[in-house]
Antibody
């Protein structure tokens, strides 16, 4: 059974960097049949896909246009996990953040969610 | 980006009722449509993938249909544990996008 365990702070100051990690068990971050994603959810924006990383003979990542200039998603193969960094956060980035595996087009496993509040 | 529009936004039903939720895409997405159930404080849970395929361990009272731009999630004989919010999501093109959700609550 695949499990995703998120970690990271729940409070970030404006203009600073939001950093979260998603540890994978039961699968490999290097699997070439899935992608590893970050999604956030807020009352104002609903469910919003932020970006993904995946391995297909080489590593690649792609991001939502809304955050493309501020986001990095990286695999960490030695720890079988992947990470999210979102720079220059504002209160609009306050949301519940989820990591999730995408397979056959659907997100079939999710992390537990992390409420991240952007406030001074 | 492909816009996903669900209707209704909410509905009040009774245990045992049949529930139908619709999802419309802003352009054709073939059958690249998935449905999720979300309960308060929890992550979404995949119910249906590829428009009509039942995800493992999901009860058979859930079913999906549709192709192109119009899709339906049906719950036959609603059970108490089915009161939740339901979302559709397209995987036809990047970025994947979600509907705004349909909240199913108790009449």
């Amino acid at each position: 059974q695949v499990q995703l365990q998120q970690s990271g702070p729940g409070l970030v100051k404006p203009s600073q960097t939001l950093s979260l990690t998603c540890a994978i068990s039961g699968d490999s971050v290097s699997s070439n049949s899935v992608t590893w994603n970050w999604i956030r959810q807020s009352p104002s924006r609903g469910l919003e896909w932020l970006g993904r990383t995946y391995y297909r003979s080489k590593w690649d990542s792609d991001y939502a246009v809304s955050v493309k200039s501020r986001i990095v998603i990286n695999p960490e193969t030695s720890k079988n996990q992947f990470s999210l960094q979102l720079n220059s956060v504002t209160p609009e980035d306050t949301a519940v953040y989820y990591c999730a595996r995408l397979r056959r087009g659907g997100f079939d496993f999710w992390g537990q969610g992390t409420l991240v509040t952007v406030s001074s | 980006d492909i816009q996903m529009t669900q209707s209704p936004s909410s509905l009040s039903v009774s245990v045992g009722d049949r529930v139908t939720i619709t999802c419309r895409a802003s352009q054709s997405i073939s059958t690249s449509l998935n449905w999720y159930q979300q309960k308060p404080g929890k992550a979404p849970n995949l119910l249906i993938y590829a428009a009509s395929s039942l995800q493992s361990a999901v009860p058979s009272r859930f079913s999906g249909s549709g192709s192109g731009t119009d899709f339906t999630l049906t719950i036959n004989s609603l059970q108490p544990e089915d009161f939740a919010t339901y979302y559709c999501q397209q995987s036809y093109s990047s970025p994947v996008t979600f509907g705004q959700g349909t909240k199913v609550d108790i009449k």
